[in-house]
């Protein structure tokens, strides 16, 4: 019997060149290897098929049962049950109509939750102090994101927590972020996202335990999801949606330039307002002083200027007051600034370090020959870990 299953496993392997089949998935199972098993069927037969792991990881969407599909591989026989079954080597949705039926019916499922209601959206900090985000740690947009955040507010720290963002597993990474972010602590608002792509591509943030995620965290979140046009479940659950990861950046994070224009504009406004005020009140005061000075003695016109010198001191004495306040609020504001600015540490004989565009806080997170940057207060040093401590 294994002579003959090997023969019929030749005939039919070297009989068939790559083939391409069309049918709906059912029996879609993951096994603990990480191998899928699914079976695809049609109106009259149906064909047993596996994904192996390392191609499973490239898919753009989860497959899942009554999903229609086309399916590219190769025949194969499993001799140990005499079975023949299609070695799958590419899998995509028969159409986009499958993947935005998917989309509507988990948006309508999560609505009538309530999680998409406005009331449950919570405001984004106005001086976040420290920003999470959830991304990719290769490619442009986290590069582009931490080049947003230097040069609006260069003391902010900055968490990020590398998630895959799509293929397989994809959505349960995402969430997985989410969640530990919430539980490192210490994060004001948590940035999650990706770059521009097809539907597929960014199908990840459609799903439900990303959606699920965003809903539970105690942390508000900024969807940043593709660019202006593309909208997913995760733009409907976060409480801010930006229309590019750039975009969320600096909502996220006001620019401390802008905040010390508008403060300098804010004392300038307040000191022309009390001139005026002086100004007018000198005016009145001399009005009324020169209309009694036709009526009265020179006794109630030396009280009449006595009570205006008073008027102008406790006029004075308010102005330098509101000054005061304006200057020391100013001036806090510069030294929270400064004590914040981590170039203040590096003065003082200290360094950062960073391998590739993130900062190192551990000695343990490097590798021997990995490139490491030191950054000092006067300039910056590349170097080469040639030994492990």
Do not use: C
């Given at each position: 019997m294994s002579d003959l299953t090997r023969r019929i496993k030749q005939v039919l392997e070297s009989g068939f060149a790559t083939v391409v089949v069309q049918g709906e998935l059912s029996n879609v199972k993951l096994a603990a290897s990480g191998h899928m098993y699914v079976t695809l069927k049609d109106e009259g037969a149906q064909?047993?098929?596996?994904?192996?792991?390392?191609?499973?990881?490239?898919?753009?969407?989860?497959?899942?049962?009554?999903?229609?599909?086309v399916a590219t591989g190769k025949i194969t026989v499993y001799e140990p049950r005499g079975q023949y079954q299609l070695d799958i080597t590419g899998l995509r949705p028969l159409g986009l109509g499958e993947l935005q039926a998917a989309?509507?019916?988990?948006?309508?499922?999560?609505?009538?939750?309530?999680?998409?209601?406005?009331?449950?959206?919570?405001?984004?900090?106005?001086?976040?102090?420290?920003?999470?985000?959830?991304?990719?740690?290769?490619?442009?947009?986290?590069?582009?994101?931490?080049?947003?955040?230097?040069?609006?507010?260069?003391?902010?720290?900055?968490?990020?927590?590398?998630?895959?963002?799509?293929?397989?597993?994809?959505?349960?990474?995402?969430?997985?972020g989410i969640r530990d972010c919430n539980a490192l602590g210490g994060i004001d608002v948590l940035i999650v996202g990706r770059g521009g792509g097809s539907l597929e591509d960014l199908w990840a943030f459609n799903e439900e335990p990303v959606a699920r995620a965003i809903a539970a965290s105690q942390i508000p979140v900024i969807s940043a999801v593709g660019h202006e046009v593309d909208f997913t479940i995760a733009d409907f659950v976060a409480d801010l949606r930006a229309p590019t990861p750039t975009a969320a950046a600096s909502m996220a994070v006001k620019d401390r330039t802008e905040l010390l224009s508008a403060l300098r504009d804010h004392a300038s406004a307040l000191e022309s307002s009390l001139r005026r005020m002086i100004t007018e009140y000198?005016?009145?005061?001399?009005?009324?002083?020169?209309?009694?000075?036709?009526?009265?003695?020179?006794?109630?016109?030396?009280?009449?200027?006595?009570?205006?010198?008073?008027?102008?001191?406790?006029?004075?004495?308010?102005?330098?007051?509101?000054?005061?306040?304006?200057?020391?609020?100013a001036t806090a504001l510069q030294k929270r600034m400064a004590s914040l600015d981590p170039r203040a540490v590096l003065r003082r004989g200290y360094a950062m370090v960073s391998h590739n565009g993130k900062y190192v806080s551990a000695r343990a997170e490097l590798r021997i020959d990995d490139l490491i940057e030191c950054e000092f207060h006067d300039g910056a040093v590349r170097s080469r870990i040639t030994e492990k401590n």
């Open positions: 064909l047993s098929g596996v994904l192996w792991r390392s191609r499973l990881a490239g898919l753009t969407f989860t497959p899942e049962d009554g999903m229609k599909v989309f509507e019916k988990l948006k309508q499922k999560l609505a009538a939750e309530g999680l998409f209601a406005a009331e449950r959206k919570r405001a984004i900090p106005a001086f976040p102090k420290t920003v999470g985000i959830v991304t990719s740690e290769s490619g442009a947009v986290l590069h582009d994101m931490m080049t947003v955040f230097r040069r609006r507010s260069p003391p902010l720290t900055v968490i990020l927590r590398p998630a895959k963002v799509q293929g397989i597993g994809a959505a349960a990474d995402i969430a997985a000198r005016r009145t005061i001399g009005h009324h002083l020169r209309s009694y000075a036709f009526n009265r003695s020179i006794d109630a016109l030396r009280q009449s200027s006595q009570r205006f010198d008073e008027a102008v001191r406790g006029l004075k004495i308010r102005v330098d007051h509101r000054f005061a306040l304006t200057l020391s609020a």
